[in-house]
Structure formats: structure tokens, C-alpha cells
T-cell receptor
Framework: GDSVTQMEGPVTLSEEAFLTINCTYTATGYPSLFWYVQYPGEGLQLLLKATKADDKGSNKGFEATYRKETTSFHLEKGSVQVSDSAVYFCAQTGNQFYFGTGTSLTVIP | ETGVTQSPTHLIKTRGQQVTLRCSSQSGHNTVSWYQQALGQGPQFIFQYYREEENGRGNFPPRFSGLQFPNYSSELNVNALELDDSALYLC??????????????FGQGTRLTVV
């Protein structure tokens, strides 16, 4: 069935470091792919999305490319900030949203 | 354009009680989904409503039930609460795209604690 596998955390980085959070998916069709971010005590905020193969989603310096050949949608950012500290969820659509287990990111000054 | 709003934000209930959580969908959205997020976990799909009918259900027992109203707002009802029902309950609304969800906008969630 449809599922999302996400890199386990927690991840701790120094400010201005490069970030990669790996995400792979299993789908019977051609899903749209998403990254959501959750700050402490809050709901999920859409960070970026891609709807078809080779699309690149981007927002606030974050990027992810829909790779059909490797069934992946890895999240990257070139230079993280303290304010990026949050939990990141990879997700795909089918008849519902399938979420990964989340990756906690802490950025230290 | 208003976003997705949920009420209440926090709730404490006793085991065995019943609870109703409410969600107002984003303007123009006709699909509402509910998710349970246990501490440290990703959201798990409970069910989805499309045009007032249940359209998909996750692996949750029948004591989890819902409604969608003509204005597309929704309720999640949980009967016979158990300690393991303690979680953040998230509502998401989606724009019209047939029965297949294309994107979702989430509310802030209701934090339910069962004691």
C-alpha cells in the first residue's frame, strides 16, 4: 500500500549548515508530494509541494525535487537558521494523506 | 480568506466519556479530513468527508465517528474515551478535486488529554 518513509531524527545542526532530510515513498499511482513543518504546540504548515515527476518545490530557502526513478522527495536547505528548528513531515496524497513519522530538527547558534 | 479553525484548542476528559471536536473548513473547500497525532508520531488518518458523506476511513474503531454539515464544517466524535486517545487531533480541508485529495490545509489542532 501507499506509505512514506522518512529519515529518523533528531537532527542537530549549527546555524548556516546544510540540511538534508531524506524521504522515500511507495505509491500505486502518481501521488503529489509534500513537506509540512510543525512548530511546537502548533498544527501543520505546508512548506512546499510537487505534483509530478521532476517538479521542484521551493519555499523559504527549502527545496525538494520529485524523483520518480528513486521514489524520493528529499528536503534540502543550503543554510539553516535557528528559526528553522521544528519537526518536518514528508507526505504523499492518494485518497488520503500519508505522512512519515517526522524528523525533528534543532539548529543551534 | 479564513483558514481552517478548530475548537476547542485544549480539552481534558475522563476515561469512558464522550467528546466532540469541531472544525470549520477553509472557504471554498468541500473536503474535510481528520487525523490523530500521538506524541512524537506522524498524523494518522481517521476519516474524510466529501460533500457530507464519509469518503474513506483509516484503521480506527467505530467509536470514532464524524459528520460534515452543508457549510462543509465538520465534527469528530469519540465515544467511550480511552487513555490512548490522548493526542493532537488535526482537521484538514481540501479544495474541490473530486474524491482524490490534491492538497490539504491544516488547522492548529485540538489537544485532547484523557485521564
Amino acid at each position: 500500500g501507499d506509505s512514506v518513509t522518512q529519515m529518523e531524527g533528531p537532527v542537530t545542526l549549527s546555524e548556516e549548515a546544510f540540511l538534508t532530510i531524506n524521504c522515500t515513498y511507495t505509491a500505486t499511482g502518481y501521488p503529489s508530494l509534500f513537506w509540512y513543518v510543525q512548530y511546537p504546540g502548533e498544527g501543520l504548515q505546508l512548506l512546499l509541494k510537487a505534483t509530478k515527476a521532476d517538479d521542484k518545490g521551493s519555499n523559504k530557502g527549502f527545496e525538494a525535487t520529485y524523483r520518480k526513478e528513486t521514489t524520493s522527495f528529499h528536503l534540502e536547505k543550503g543554510s539553516v537558521q535557528v528559526s528553522d528548528s521544528a519537526v518536518y513531515f514528508c507526505a504523499q496524497t492518494g485518497n488520503q494523506f500519508y505522512f512519515g513519522t517526522g524528523t525533528s530538527l534543532t539548529v543551534i547558534p | 480568506e479564513t483558514g481552517v479553525t478548530q475548537s476547542p484548542t485544549h480539552l481534558i476528559k475522563t476515561r469512558g466519556q464522550q467528546v466532540t471536536l469541531r472544525c470549520s473548513s477553509q472557504s471554498g473547500h468541500n473536503t474535510v479530513s481528520w487525523y490523530q497525532q500521538a506524541l512524537g508520531q506522524g498524523p494518522q488518518f481517521i476519516f474524510q468527508y466529501y460533500r457530507e458523506e464519509e469518503n474513506g476511513r483509516g484503521n480506527f474503531p467505530p467509536r470514532f465517528s464524524g459528520l460534515q454539515f452543508p457549510n462543509y464544517s465538520s465534527e469528530l466524535n469519540v465515544n467511550a474515551l480511552e487513555l490512548d486517545d490522548s493526542a493532537l487531533y488535526l482537521c484538514a480541508s481540501s479544495p474541490p478535486s473530486g474524491r482524490r485529495v490534491s492538497e490539504a490545509f491544516f488547522g492548529q489542532g485540538t489537544r485532547l488529554t484523557v485521564v
